[in-house]
C-alpha cells in the first residue's frame, strides 16, 4: 500500500539553527506533495505545495521544499528557525490516479528553543 | 472568510452510544473530506463528497460509520454503536477543486473520547 514516512518524530533546535525534515513516500507515479503545519491550539494549515514544474518550492514563513522524483523525497527546509516555528509538521501526498485521498505521515514535532 | 467549522468540539461518549459529528465547509467548496487522527499519527483518510455525491468512501473502517452531504454544504460524519477504538480527532476538509486535487482547508477537529 501506498504510504508517507517522516523519519523524525520529534526534533528540537535552537533558534537561528537550519531545519530538514526528512519525507519519504512509495509510490511509482505521479504525485502531488504537500506540507501541512499545525501550530499549538490551531488548525491544519498549508505550508507549501507541488504540483509540477520547478521542483524546489517556496511556501509561507521562509519554508521551502525540494522534490526529488529519483528518491521519492520531499524535504522541508529553513534555512534559521524562530521560536514561533514551534509546531507539528505533516507530509502529505495525493496519487494521481482514481483515488481523492491524501496520504499524511506521521507528524514530526518540532520544538525551538528561544 | 470563514473557514471550515466542526461541532462539537469535544464530545465523550459512552461505549455502545451512537454519535454525529457536523462540518461546515467554506461557501462554495465543491470537495468535502472527512478524515480521522488517532493520538500521534498523521490524519487518515475516511470519506470524499463531491458536492452531495460521495464519490469515495474506501476509508471508512467499518460499517458503523456512516457520512452524509445531503445537500451539498453541511456534511455529517455519523458513528454507531462506539467503541474505543474510535477514539480519535476527527478532521473535516474542503476544497473548491471539484477533481479532489488542490488545497484542503482543513476545521479544528472534533475530538471524540469513546469511555
Known amino acids: 500500500a501506498q504510504s508517507v514516512s517522516q523519519h523524525n518524530h520529534h526534533v528540537i533546535l535552537s533558534e537561528a539553527a537550519s531545519l530538514e525534515l526528512g519525507c519519504n513516500y512509495s509510490y511509482g507515479g505521479t504525485v502531488n506533495l504537500f506540507w501541512y503545519v499545525q501550530y499549538p491550539g490551531q488548525h491544519l494549515q498549508l505550508l507549501l505545495k507541488y504540483f509540477s514544474g520547478d521542483p524546489l518550492v517556496k511556501g509561507i514563513k521562509g519554508f521551502e521544499a525540494e522534490f526529488i522524483k529519483s528518491k521519492f523525497s520531499f524535504n522541508l527546509r529553513k534555512p534559521s528557525v524562530q521560536w514561533s516555528d514551534t509546531a507539528e509538521y505533516f507530509c502529505?501526498?495525493?496519487?494521481?490516479?482514481?483515488?481523492?485521498?491524501?496520504?499524511f505521515g506521521s507528524g514530526t514535532r518540532l520544538l525551538v528553543r528561544p | 472568510g470563514a473557514g471550515v467549522s466542526q461541532s462539537p468540539r469535544y464530545k465523550v461518549a459512552k461505549r455502545g452510544q451512537d454519535v454525529a459529528l457536523r462540518c461546515d465547509p467554506i461557501s462554495g467548496h465543491v470537495s468535502l473530506f472527512w478524515y480521522q487522527q488517532a493520538l500521534g499519527q498523521g490524519p487518515e483518510f475516511l470519506t470524499y463528497?463531491?458536492?452531495?455525491?460521495?464519490?469515495?468512501k474506501s476509508g471508512l473502517p467499518s460499517d458503523r460509520f456512516f457520512a452524509e452531504r445531503p445537500e451539498g454544504s453541511v456534511s455529517t460524519l455519523k458513528i454507531q454503536r462506539t467503541q474505543q477504538e474510535d477514539s480519535a480527532v476527527y478532521l473535516c476538509?474542503?476544497?473548491?477543486?471539484?477533481?479532489?486535487?488542490?488545497?484542503?482547508?482543513f476545521g479544528p477537529g472534533t475530538r471524540l473520547t469513546v469511555t
Open positions: 502529505a501526498v495525493k496519487l494521481i490516479d482514481s483515488s481523492y485521498k491524501l496520504i
Open positions: 476538509a474542503s476544497s473548491s477543486n471539484p477533481t479532489g486535487l488542490g488545497e484542503q482547508y
Open positions: 463528497f463531491q458536492n452531495e455525491a460521495q464519490l469515495d
